[in-house]
């Protein structure tokens, strides 16, 4: 049985940092996309960030860019968030996900991720 736990979420004040850890068991994920969403109150899950496996390409929403990086540990089977200068605007519920299969198109489709954690709080105060 797969299983993502997501663990490092909290209360953090804009500007500061928080550093989200997704750590997988039940399959080894070295091979295969994963990436983090979030979904703030009343909003639709968005896409945040995600790493391809391949070549170690990472992908970016616009609204993150250049303030979070991706990671992961594959001996570990260990995903990473690094989120640095965060802002108000960041607080959501953060969810680590995986695919099934080694394509990484459309990276920033939610539906296209067969496996999620059951998220973080990330709150963010001004």
């Known amino acids: 049985q797969v299983q993502l736990v997501e663990s490092g979420g909290g209360l953090v004040q804009a500007g500061g940092s928080l550093r989200l850890s997704c750590a997988a068991s039940?399959?080894?994920?070295?091979?295969?996309?994963m990436g983090w969403f979030r979904q703030a109150p009343g909003k639709e899950r968005e896409f945040v960030a995600a790493d391809s496996w391949s070549g170690g390409d990472t992908y970016y929403a616009d609204s993150v860019k250049g303030r979070f990086t991706i990671s992961r540990d594959n001996g570990k089977n260990t995903v990473y968030l690094q989120m640095n200068s965060l802002k108000p605007e960041d607080t959501a519920v953060y969810y680590c996900a995986a695919r099934s299969v080694t394509l990484s198109l459309n990276i920033a489709a939610s539906a296209l991720y067969a496996y999620w954690g059951q998220g973080t709080q990330v709150t963010v105060s001004s």
């Open positions: 039940g399959r080894t994920f070295s091979r295969y996309p």
